[in-house]
């Protein structure tokens, strides 16, 4: 994907959505530099901070270790949020303060930023698309292919989909594993982010453990991290995954379709609005990815129909992770039990032609 394919797809919230729509938020696309300036700030430099207290206090108290890990995590996902915009290039007017900030906060969140921006902006261009699953979203089969399936797939996608697989080694994963990956067939400029955002990790985590020591660099780093992974793919997965999400295939696909009925208004206590900068309201967030975090309340007060959205608490986002396959009859998410007992109340072609006879 070259620059223009790249702006193109980045671009798919605006072209992509109702006519009305895109006149209703074209107002909250703007940027405020100093809004910019002000999210990092209030994001980037408290992680820093705190990690600072939590090397100087490493012996203490574990439960301080414990209790300082808390908020540098909320931070670290407030930071992602932030690079997240970045990728978006809509924290800040200027495309170029866009990549260079989203680069810089890329080390902070292990991810190279033009890979990275390359394969959400192809998760917001096919959000909800059955025939263009697999890049920059979770993983879901439907009931059919998930039978399908040998018993070692179907026993792979169970795993994958266990919680404390997703929530506990998806973080390593997601964090450590997959961005150092390179692509073979990827383009060039992408190769080039990941090799260079390794190199600079490499050297930077490379001086700070010969410095610090690589036990308590370990031990400041890894649970505020691990925490910030394991909320960030629950906010992810809460997001897109819930009973009446919305999927399709073909010509029946709409854009608009898939940001108010595939995307949930997250609502969350003020606090943790905060830390997670507004993503909650992801159904703006997918009409149009050019509005930056800090409009997305306004841009959600300002039409009646986003009152409608699929809405979630913290209690309905942990009862989603129930749910594993999508069915095509019923055009929901199900869970593994209720897509066997279906299975199960589908009477057989024997049955069917006995019955016929009969």
């Not at 169970?158 to 080694?169: C, K």
């Not at 967030?285 to 129909?305: C, E, M, Q, V």
Request: with cysteine; proline share 5%; aromatic share 10%.
């Amino acid at each position: 994907m070259d620059r223009g394919d790249e702006a193109r797809t980045q671009g798919a919230a605006v072209e992509g959505s109702h006519p009305c729509f895109k006149h209703v938020l074209a107002p909250f696309e703007r940027a405020r530099t100093a809004s910019a300036v002000g999210q990092v700030a209030t994001s980037l430099l408290p992680y820093i901070a705190l990690s600072v207290i939590d090397y100087l206090t490493l012996g203490v108290s574990p439960v301080l270790t414990v209790l300082l890990a808390l908020p540098a995590a909320g931070f670290l996902v407030r930071t992602f949020v932030v690079f997240h915009d970045c990728a978006h290039g809509s924290l800040m007017p200027s495309r170029r303060a866009n990549a260079r900030v989203g680069a810089l906060l890329g080390l902070f969140v292990l991810s190279p930023f033009v890979q990275w921006r390359h394969e959400h902006a192809i998760h917001h261009a096919t959000s909800g698309d059955l025939d263009r699953r697999g890049v920059g979203d979770v993983l879901t089969l439907t009931v059919a292919e998930y039978n399908a399936k040998p018993w070692y797939g179907r026993a792979a996608y169970r795993l994958f989909r266990n919680p404390l697989v997703m929530f506990g080694l998806g973080p390593i994963f997601a964090m450590i594993v997959a961005p150092r990956v390179v692509g073979l067939r990827g383009r060039a400029r992408m190769r080039r982010s990941v090799l260079a955002t390794d190199a600079v990790l490499a050297a930077a985590i490379g001086l700070l453990g010969s410095l610090l020591g690589w036990l308590k660099l370990v031990e400041v780093w890894a649970p505020a991290a691990m925490l910030a992974g394991s909320a960030g793919i629950w906010l992810f997965y809460v997001q897109h995954q819930f009973e009446e999400a919305y999927w399709q295939s073909g010509e029946n696909w709409s854009y608009t379709d898939a940001a108010l009925r595939g995307s949930t208004h997250l609502e969350l206590p003020a606090v943790l609005r905060f830390f997670t900068a507004n993503i909650g309201l992801h159904h703006v967030h997918h009409l149009n990815a050019k509005i930056p975090n800090y409009n997305l309340r306004r841009a959600h007060d300002s039409h009646p129909a986003f009152a409608e959205v699929p809405t979630i608490g913290i209690a309905d986002g942990m009862r989603a992770i129930r749910f594993k396959l999508w069915d095509q009859e019923q055009a929901r998410l199900v869970t593994f039990g209720q897509a066997r007992r279906s299975k199960a109340s589908v009477p057989t072609l024997s049955a069917s032609v006995a019955g016929a006879e009969v």
